[in-house]
């Protein structure tokens, strides 16, 4: 009976100590982080992570509470080894703020820096010698949910920043340099896309020029479609590619790595118009397909015997702009 009572006694104590520590994990104010590894891929890259303020701290934990190891100098390259979010109550309300954190390894060294901290992506022109520093996360402080990023100029003959673009609402998810030789007045030329990887999600890209020392969006293009219907609105670019022997190819988005298209065994060009005559170098081609449903009497979209909904295209349309050395001109 002793024997009994006993096990009912260790019974109710290791019940009450699993109630307490439950309440105590529900009501924890210590950060969590989840974390991710770091990969490059269609869905996202990254270039030649960096340090880009003057001094960034790297903690023992994904925690600014943590031990500091110690503080890297600006324009440290860095390989980042995985992502994650630290997440702790911002309120007694049940809110979150959250901040977003980089493994990093540095000098054969690891340990956690703020994301606010890092560019992921950094480019060099090595006749200006200008970096390029894109700071894509901006998590930090901030409302996690704002897509944005910055492309800071940094000019290393006199030693400071000297142009700033940002963009809001915006997630650069994939970024590249395009070649640019014999683009007049131009020393940068970038192109950033944002991916929404789910139906209806599409695309946003944006072309971004430095030329004449000044930051701008050269162009934009977007897709994206309608996932209750066969509504959808496509456009897209081709810029004009120098290459090495002088010859002058019109590329889809500018992309010389995927110049050939492995589905269609085509190549991701555009003819030069006979009746243009202006430089080739000079010309950049847009185009814009916009598609609509078919719909019956009662205004239901029709479906074919595939079961897909049928469309129509509503607008084809292609521009001809001319770069005059600092801006798209318009000219069919």
């Given amino acids: 009976m002793k024997k009994h009572v006993v096990l009912l006694f260790m019974l ?6 699993c109630s307490i520590s439950i309440a105590q994990d529900q009501t924890r104010k210590e950060p969590y982080v989840h974390f991710s590894q770091i990969q490059n891929s269609y869905y996202r890259n990254f270039v030649s992570p960096v340090t880009y303020n003057e001094s960034c701290k790297v903690y023992f934990k ?7 190891i110690t503080t890297l100098k600006f324009k440290t390259y860095l390989q980042l080894l995985r992502e994650g979010e630290q997440e702790f109550p911002a309120d007694g309300k049940g809110g979150l703020r959250i901040l977003k954190w980089y493994e990093i390894d540095y000098e054969n060294n690891k340990g956690f820096i703020k994301a606010a901290s890092i560019a992921t992506h950094s ?6 010698k200008c970096d ?3 700071v894509t996360d901006f998590s930090a402080e901030n409302n996690p949910d704002t897509n944005s ?12 920043f000297t142009d700033t673009l940002s963009y809001k609402n915006f997630r650069a998810d994939v970024v590249h340099e395009i070649r640019y030789d014999g683009w007049k007045n131009v020393t940068m030329l970038f192109h950033a896309e944002e991916i929404n990887a789910y139906c209806g999600g599409g695309t946003s890209d944006v072309f971004i020029t430095d030329a004449n020392n000044n930051l701008s969006e050269m162009i934009s293009t977007k897709f994206n479609a309608d996932d209750g219907s066969a509504d959808s609105y496509t456009s897209t670019v081709w810029l004009p590619i120098k290459f090495m022997k002088g010859n002058i190819l019109l590329l889809l988005n500018g992309d010389v790595e995927n110049a050939f298209d492995a589905n269609s065994g085509k190549l991701n060009t555009h003819a030069f118009p006979k009746e243009l005559t202006i430089p080739k170098i000079e010309l950049v081609v847009f185009n814009e397909i916009k598609t609509g449903s078919i719909y019956n009497k009662k205004g239901e979209p029709i479906k074919n015997a595939d079961g897909n909904y049928t469309s ?3 607008n084809n349309r292609t521009k001809y702009y001319k770069w005059d050395g600092s801006k798209l001109i318009l000219i069919k």
């Fill in 12 to 17: 109710i104590n290791l019940i009450a100590s």
């Fill in 62 to 68: 994904p925690d600014t509470a943590s031990e500091i």
């Fill in 123 to 128: 480019f060099y022109n090595l006749t200006t």
């Fill in 132 to 134: 390029y520093f894109l």
């Fill in 149 to 160: 990023f910055t492309i800071y100029k940094y000019d290393n003959n006199s030693k400071k």
């Fill in 312 to 314: 129509k295209v509503v």
